[in-house]
């Protein structure tokens, strides 16, 4: 066990937040054996361990230490029923004190952690390297520190920027309802009103839709086994299909099968997760029979956006 961050240890304060004057500091949350490898690693990204904490006695310690440290969480070697009780307390007092995590798990456990702690400011790394660990625990590092130096008017703010991405999906999927009325009234031979077309219904699902999309998810993996694999990632893309398909279906999808849609490793999905609900296009619903588990869907921006783009291309004849 490393010591507590006492009050003699402590580093300057900028804009009510504590820095750290021997590099940015991290709090270990994972089993006792394997503190020594998240020393190391939190050392050579530039860091200073302020806490270790073992899964047991989360409850207890999280949130005694003083600023705003990096949380680097290691679910390697622990038990299940027990994770699941520390990951939603790490996730209630991160939420609180606004603090980053860097997560470190198997893919066996991407639903029970995702479940808990998918966020805006949570990295998770599956089945990583302690290379691809220490340079995440740099970059994280680094932004909450400099987050914590920075004035509040030389920054724009996370929440100016979230709205900004649902204002602009909100314009793209009201666009594409509008192209698909005008067009309509275009074929009809109709003038029409043009301020009521501005204004337009939202396209409509058509009954071939959820097979349409899942041919084209079927014809995206072809190129793989024509050019080879890695030539054709687009994630954002490919969750977005098989997210559009099972909601006409009416199937619900965990995160590790979202994962597998991606078509990129588990790390860069869960990240492009994390991305595309900070933009307000995915929501996570939780199993409402298992807590250890949760579900993303389409938001209602997102399946308006979907249904517009179907409709536009389809009346290109592009489909």
């Known amino acids: 066990m490393y010591p507590a961050w006492g009050a003699g240890q402590r580093g300057k304060r900028v804009d009510g937040q ?8 991290v709090v270990v949350i ?25 899964w047991a006695s989360v409850a207890d310690e999280i949130g005694l230490q003083a600023g705003r440290p990096l949380l680097l969480v290691d679910t390697h070697g622990a038990e299940p029923a027990m994770m699941e009780i520390a990951l939603a307390r790490i996730d209630a007092v991160a939420t609180a004190l606004d603090l980053p995590i860097v997560v470190s798990l198997t893919t066996a456990e991407i639903d029970l952690v995702a479940a808990m702690l998918l966020g805006p400011k949570v990295e998770m790394l599956c089945d990583a390297s302690q290379t691809e660990l220490i340079a995440a625990l740099a970059v994280a590092g ?10 509040a008017h030389f920054r724009e703010g996370e929440s100016e920027r979230l709205r900004r ?16 009325v005008q067009e309509e009234e275009n074929r009809r031979g109709g003038v029409g009103d043009r301020h009521q077309s501005f204004h337009g219904a939202p396209a ?5 839709d959820a097979d349409l999309v ?22 954002a893309w490919d969750m ?18 979202l994962c597998i849609a991606a078509a990129v490793a ?24 298992d807590r250890r588990r949760a579900f993303m869907v389409l938001t209602q921006p997102a399946l308006e956006a979907m249904r517009g783009y179907l409709d536009a291309v389809r009346r290109l004849g592009t489909l």
């Open 30 to 54: 994972g089993a006792p054996a394997l503190a020594v490898a998240a020393r190391d690693a939190v050392h050579q990204a530039g860091g200073r361990v302020l806490r270790t904490i073992a």
């Open 18 to 25: 504590e820095l750290y004057g021997d590099g940015f500091g």
């Open 204 to 208: 409509r699902s058509h009954p071939g």
């Open 240 to 257: 977005l299909l098989d997210l559009y398909a099972a909601h006409l279906e009416e199937t619900r999808v965990s995160v590790s099968s």
């Open 214 to 235: 899942r041919r084209m998810i079927r014809a995206r993996r072809q190129r793989d086994g024509f050019f080879g694999t890695g030539l054709f990632e687009e994630p």
């Open 142 to 151: 680094v932004s909450n520190s400099a987050a914590a130096m920075l004035h």
């Open 165 to 180: 991405l649902n204002a602009e999906v909100a314009r793209i999927a009201e666009a594409l309802a509008r192209l698909s």
């Open 266 to 289: 588990p790390t860069t999905a869960l990240r492009w997760i994390g991305k595309m609900t900070e933009a307000g296009l995915f929501a996570r619903q939780p199993d409402p029979v």
